[in-house]
């Protein structure tokens, strides 16, 4: 028999879906502050904040996952993670918790949403299901190198 490690997972929403980051990537999770625009930088960043000093890109979800677009509210959550070395603040609707789920194989999520790349997988819960959010998948290689050289010209 193989010995099932548990993963660890932030759960947040997004219009009222249920998300998941794994906990490892999480710095911090900050009350919504004033957002100051970030010029040349991708669509996907709505902005920029400043946490003790350090300068986040602020990620804006909805448009990766296919939601509606709508401005950022004072009751929202930032989501301070690390994505493939790059610290950013994901703008995510509401924390809910931690919660530890036994690592399997995810289910294939290509059939169920429209950017499945996004996506670790998929787990069924009793009220619904929850969507493990891939951060090494969240900016492209063109919306990186965009974001590099928007940072540079800071």
């Known amino acids: 028999m193989q010995d099932v490690k548990d993963v660890q997972l932030l759960r947040f929403s997004l219009d009222k879906q249920s998300y998941a980051i794994e906990l490892d990537c999480i710095r911090k999770v900050l009350r919504t502050v004033a957002i100051s625009p970030f010029p040349q930088a991708p669509s996907v960043i709505c902005g920029m ?3 003790h000093g350090l300068i986040l890109p602020v990620v804006d979800l909805r448009p ?5 677009a709508r401005s950022p509210q ?3 959550r ?3 993670a690390n994505a493939n070395g790059l610290d950013l603040a994901l703008v995510v609707d509401q924390v809910s918790d931690v919660i530890s789920i036994p690592f399997t194989t995810p289910v294939d999520s290509s059939a169920l949403i429209s950017s499945p ?4 997988g998929i787990v ?3 009220d619904g299901v929850l969507l493990i959010h891939d951060l090494k998948a969240l ?3 063109e919306e990186q190198k965009e974001l590099a050289d928007a ?3 800071d």
């Not at 790349?117 to 670790?120: D, V």
């Open 64 to 68: 990766k996952f296919g939601l509606p």
């Open 78 to 80: 930032l989501i301070w």
């Open 151 to 153: 940072m540079s010209d």
């Open 74 to 76: 004072m009751e929202d």
């Open 117 to 120: 790349s996004l996506l670790k």
């Open 139 to 141: 900016l492209d290689q």
């Open 124 to 126: 069924p819960l009793p």
């Open 49 to 51: 904040i400043n946490v």
